[in-house]
């Protein structure tokens, strides 16, 4: 079955120190994954998307398909970085797509 | 361009009473999904339509439906209400398949009493 983990509920650094939050994955095709961040307060926004290869906020994430990962790595968190991030992973079924998430890890980065 | 906008912004319902959820998706955009986000199941998808058609849904009961207007305006309805459909509910659009990305709404905050 489809699934997408994110093995730490939690993950508490101080500024200026490297953060890596984990992503795994179970698909059997090519996947389309992504980071979406939830701000307190504010709607879920999308952060990256595999597919862009793109560096957003500092932060970059690898698709690694030998290892089924997906990790975001920002190598100096900021203070402003704290919040919920989601991993997801857009299935294609019926010519349309849909998210499957996972539950996320709340990140603070303490002064 | 404005964003996707949801209605009403919070809602709370009496147990057995339906609701209707409302989703203006960004202009354009021509697949709306639904998502439920609660604490303990954290984000489940509900359904997607695109140009008034029902593509995927969720592992949700009946009493879960949805539809889409020709200008791609989408309604989440859920009929008997139970105390476990608290939740927030999200609508998300995307020009076509997703490949790229949804841009999700702030939600719908419904409380079931």
Redesign the interface.
């Known amino acids: 079955a489809q699934r997408v983990t994110q093995p730490e509920k939690l993950l508490s650094v101080f500024k200026g120190a490297p953060v890596e939050l984990k992503c795994n994955y179970s698909y059997s095709g090519s996947p389309?994954l992504?980071w979406?961040v939830q701000y307190s307060r504010q709607?879920?926004?999308?952060l990256l998307?595999h597919?862009?290869r793109e560096s957003i906020k500092g932060f970059t994430a690898d698709l690694n398909k030998g290892e089924t990962s997906f990790h975001l790595k920002k190598p100096f968190a900021q203070e402003e970085d704290s919040a919920m991030y989601?991993c997801?992973l857009?299935l294609?079924?019926?010519?349309?797509?849909?998210?499957?998430?996972?539950?996320?890890t709340e990140l603070s980065v303490k002064p | 361009k404005a964003?996707v906008t949801q209605t009403p912004r919070y809602l709370i319902k009496t147990r057995g009473q339906q609701v209707t959820l409302s989703c203006s998706p960004i202009s354009g955009h021509r697949?709306v999904?639904w998502?439920q986000q609660t604490p303990g199941q954290?984000?489940?998808?509900l359904f997607?339509y695109?140009s008034e058609t029902q593509?995927?849904k969720?592992n949700f009961p009946g009493r879960f439906s949805g539809r889409q207007f020709s200008n791609s305006r989408s309604e989440m309805n859920v009929s008997t209400l139970e105390l476990g459909d608290s939740a927030l509910y999200?609508c998300?659009s995307?020009p076509g398949?997703?490949?790229?990305?949804?841009?999700?709404?702030?939600?719908t905050r419904l409380t079931v009493v």
């Open positions: 389309e992504f979406y709607r879920l926004q999308l998307r597919i862009s989601y997801a857009n294609l079924d019926n010519q349309g797509g849909k998210l499957i998430f996972g539950q996320g | 964003g697949s999904s998502y954290g984000l489940q998808f997607e695109f593509r995927n969720g999200l998300a995307s398949t997703g490949a790229w990305g949804y841009t999700f709404g702030s939600g």
